[in-house]
């Protein structure tokens, strides 16, 4: 089951994930997942170069995700350029020290990664295409997880030579959570040692989708000239100083062969997840180009096939047939299907027609602090939304006046007059929280469904070098959490230190940095602590009484009931069941029971850590008619906790990274033994073309630091 996430980079290329639960010797690890930071989203365009509202159908709102250096910054600028949206094209870590477009922040060009997602709007053969460029490093991985929560389709973008890797499954698995449609695009053709077929074979066989190419390269490497689209069969060469000008013609002689068996191939995969193709199929009937395309698209937008494209971002080849799939083959808003609970938890479905003949009903999916204030990024999911309106947070139940509309492009921004279903904007003075609900209607009480959010997993202290720059270390801190909630901060009694968590070391190291660079507060860190966890081995009973007398009304509340530990499935819950019956504890006291239970459980006897992994069965009490509270029940249920933890069998929790390595094949013994001298578990090895792979499982406190290229 994987569950946690984390990449470093060192001497080669090494990545590692944690992603399952695993016992080493008295030490359990426990359930963490990971995610990125903060973004700036793009929206739709609504009206068409002729002013009209632009129809549904020709929309489209994808994300483009992936591992690490995989190329997704360089092919959405190279999209932006032939889209007309940007005039000259510039590299992620280019000599001219300007930049991609999309990477606008400064640690980014610095860094040459994605830190935030960015995004943009453009218009491709007179549809409105929104893109949103995520982080592919895991330490971000919640900018990932936000954008695909509002995104309708995805482009999975593979390396040519790395294949499937460790971040790979992590967005494979974000893109299932959510049920997005996606294409995948296999890049870097040109690089020494691409093979699309292997990792073709690895898409199947470790992510398990039933993929086909719908397009094979003309030549590897430095020999990539173009590449054959197997459903119009024809060979696409990419002409020009830039190969903005493609151009077709007929499939070389050599081949000819090989064409044949991939359009075999893919017309098979397609007829497996397709009936009007299968049967066609079965027939043994060769479809039509239309018929092929109608097959692709209805499997691809219910998830049962992924086309695979192919191509060079860097070498400007494969970009404007990628394009022509996603108007092809990915969903426009209406044929993706949104609801709502409602506040009896029944699902109401939005409905995707772009008018007024529904109320408006939106979710906020992301914050920035940005120039004017807070900007708050909405997807639109019903309804018309105008400037100058008020819309209400169904949340708080605060009723707040839009007063700015804008769409993004990077960190460039547009005003419009309104948004309707289906598009993506950005609102200004908003005060809200991720994951909230607006609505046209006060008393329409829907909420969509929210955006998953994993827990940190790793702290560490945190101060200003200067006692004078608290007030912008305050400031800086106070923006930073509420713009990314995966980095957290919380004073520790005991040290009298703040003590900042995240995802990783790169995800503090870089607010450190912003800390310096955007409001002139240099920080001083301690080092990195992994987030344990404390949970019971066996279960332990609780039976007591808080009784408290001090003239006038008492204070009276006696708690019974058993804690258990849970499977190693849930080493990360917290759970609470009401089984009293009768009036010993009355109903409405039970919330006060759950409270001081859960409060108690933030601080566990053994090293102060949370307990979880743990059920809290509350099966009986008594109560005063005069002196019963919810102070009292709540004190009661604290000094349970307290009472029961000194008779409890308790286990500490860690941890346990799954390890991938991969380098080069006169490094296999120093990393072999690196891992062995960590007390890593090898689980097993494999390699190819000059590289080899070693999967592990270490724990994640050893392994911190392996990031700075600490290798033995």
């Given amino acids: 089951m994987r569950l946690l996430r984390s990449i470093w980079s060192g001497a080669g290329q090494h990545v590692v994930r944690c992603t399952r639960l695993q016992s080493i010797g008295v030490t359990n690890s426990y359930r963490m997942g990971q995610l990125p930071r903060v973004c700036q989203y793009s929206t739709t365009s609504t009206n068409g170069e002729d002013g009209e509202l632009t129809p549904v159908e020709r929309i489209r709102n994808i994300g483009i995700s992936a591992h690490i250096d995989s190329g997704k910054t360089t092919l959405t600028e190279r999209i932006l350029f032939y889209t007309g949206k940007i005039k000259a094209m510039h590299e992620v870590k280019g000599k001219d020290n300007v930049g991609a477009t999309m990477d606008s922040m400064e640690l980014e060009r610095q860094r040459g990664i994605t830190i935030q997602s960015a995004a943009t709007y453009l218009s491709w053969k007179d549809t409105n295409i929104n893109i949103i460029d995520t982080p592919g490093h895991v330490d971000f991985t919640i900018e990932v997880e936000r954008a695909l929560r509002v995104l309708d389709g995805a482009v999975l973008v593979l390396c040519a030579v790395g294949g499937v890797q460790s971040q790979t499954f992590t967005v494979n698995r974000q893109m299932q959570r959510y049920r997005v449609p996606c294409l995948a695009f296999i890049n870097k053709l040109d690089r020494g040692n691409a093979n699309p077929t292997r990792v073709m074979n690895q898409l199947r066989a470790k992510l398990k989708h039933n993929a086909a190419f719908v397009q094979i390269p003309i030549g590897l490497e430095k020999e990539t000239k173009g590449l054959i689209d197997l459903i119009e069969k024809r060979a696409v060469y990419f002409d020009g100083d830039y190969g903005e000008t493609v151009r077709y013609d007929t499939i070389p002689d050599h081949l000819q062969e090989e064409v044949d068996s991939r359009r075999k191939e893919l017309i098979e995969c397609v007829s497996n997840a397709d009936d009007e193709l299968g049967e066609l199929f079965l027939e043994e009937v060769e479809p039509t180009t239309e018929q092929l395309k109608a097959g692709i698209r209805r499997s691809t937008l219910k998830r049962a096939f992924t086309p695979v494209f192919v191509g060079t971002a860097l070498k400007n080849k494969g970009v404007q047939p990628l394009l022509d799939g996603v108007l092809d083959y990915l969903p426009n808003p209406s044929e993706v299907d949104n609801f709502a609970l409602d506040e009896n938890e029944d699902k109401t479905q939005m409905s995707p027609l772009r008018d007024e003949s529904h109320p408006f009903v939106s979710l906020a999916f992301k914050l920035e602090a940005g120039r004017f204030g807070q900007l708050t990024y909405i997807r639109v999911y019903q309804g018309r939304l105008s400037k100058g309106e008020y819309i209400h947070n169904t949340r708080t139940g605060k009723r707040v006046k839009v007063s700015r509309l804008v769409r993004m492009h990077a960190d460039k ?34 909420s969509m469904e929210s955006i998953h959010i994993p827990e940190p997993v790793i702290s560490l202290a945190i101060k200003p070098e200067k006692n004078t720059d608290l007030e912008k270390f305050s400031k800086g801190i106070h923006r930073f959490t509420r713009e990314d909630p995966t980095f957290t ?65 008492g204070q009276y509340g006696r708690v019974t009931g058993i804690m258990e530990p849970i499977g190693a499935d849930c080493y990360t819950k917290l759970e609470f069941e009401d089984e009293t019956m009768g009036t010993n504890v009355p109903k409405q006291y039970i919330p006060s029971i759950e409270k001081g239970f859960r409060e108690a459980c933030e601080k566990g006897p053994m090293i102060g850590q949370r307990m979880t992994g743990v059920v809290i069965r509350v099966q009986d009490g008594m109560h005063h008619l005069v002196d019963s509270s919810d102070l009292a029940f709540r004190l009661a249920a604290m000094g349970a906790y307290k009472e029961a933890m000194q008779a409890a069998k308790l286990q500490l929790l860690e941890p346990i990274m799954t390890v991938e390595v991969t380098a080069p094949d006169e490094f296999q013994a120093v990393v072999m033994g690196s891992i062995n001298k960590r007390s890593g578990i090898i689980l097993g090895t494999g390699g190819g073309d000059g590289y080899f792979t070693v999967d592990a499982e270490v724990s994640n406190g050893i392994i911190l630091g392996m990031g700075e290229g600490n290798i033995p």
Wanted: proline residues 4%; aromatic residues 10%.
């Fill in 413 to 446: 921004m547009e005003d419009v007059e309104d948004v309707y279903a289906g598009d993506i904007c950005a609102l200004f003075g908003i005060d809200c929280a991720s994951g909230d609900t607006f609505v046209s209607q006060p008393k329409l009480q829907l």
């Fill in 489 to 553: 901060i919380k004073f520790d009694d005991d040290s009298k230190e703040s003590i900042v968590s995240g995802m990783g070391e790169l995800h503090l190291e870089i607010y450190a940095q912003r800390m310096k660079n955007e409001y002139a507060c240099p920080v001083i860190t301690g080092k990195p602590k992994v987030a344990f966890r404390e949970t019971l081995t066996e279960p332990v009973a609780f039976d007591y009484l808080h009784k408290k007398q001090t003239g006038g009304h």
